[in-house]
């Protein structure tokens, strides 16, 4: 069983930061496509980042992404928080090995209040 694992979640006020780690074994860094994605209840899962790109608006300029293959993680740097941010936030794997193969971590939650 493939095992992705996301943490550094939690509650922070608006203009406030945190930083998502996902940690995924090598062979998934190597032959996925690595994103983030968050979702609230009752709504769509909504793409942050794939392969270091395609941020949504909303996050452009507040949200990075970054990667260390050597230690097998995935950092999502999120600044200057809003409370719209609040989310469930997901590690994805994608197009493993160019198939339509992916796999997706438990989550972790981030709460941004005012």
């Known amino acids: 069983q493939v095992q992705l694992v996301e943490s550094g979640g939690g509650s922070v006020q608006t203009g406030g930061s945190l930083k998502l780690s996902c940690t995924a074994p090598t062979y998934i860094m190597s032959y996925c496509e690595m994103g983030w994605y968050r979702q609230v209840p009752g709504k769509e899962r909504e793409l942050i980042t794939k392969?270091?790109?395609y941020y949504a608006d909303s996050m452009k300029g507040r949200f990075t992404v970054s990667q260390d293959k050597t230690d097998n993680m995935l950092y999502l740097q999120m600044n200057n928080l809003q409370t719209s941010d609040t989310a469930m936030y997901y590690c994805?794997?994608?197009?493993?090995?160019?198939?339509?193969?992916?796999?997706w971590g438990q989550g972790t939650q981030v709460t941004v209040s005012s």
């Open positions: 994805a794997a994608e197009r493993c090995w160019g198939t339509a193969t992916s796999y």
């Open positions: 392969n270091g790109a």
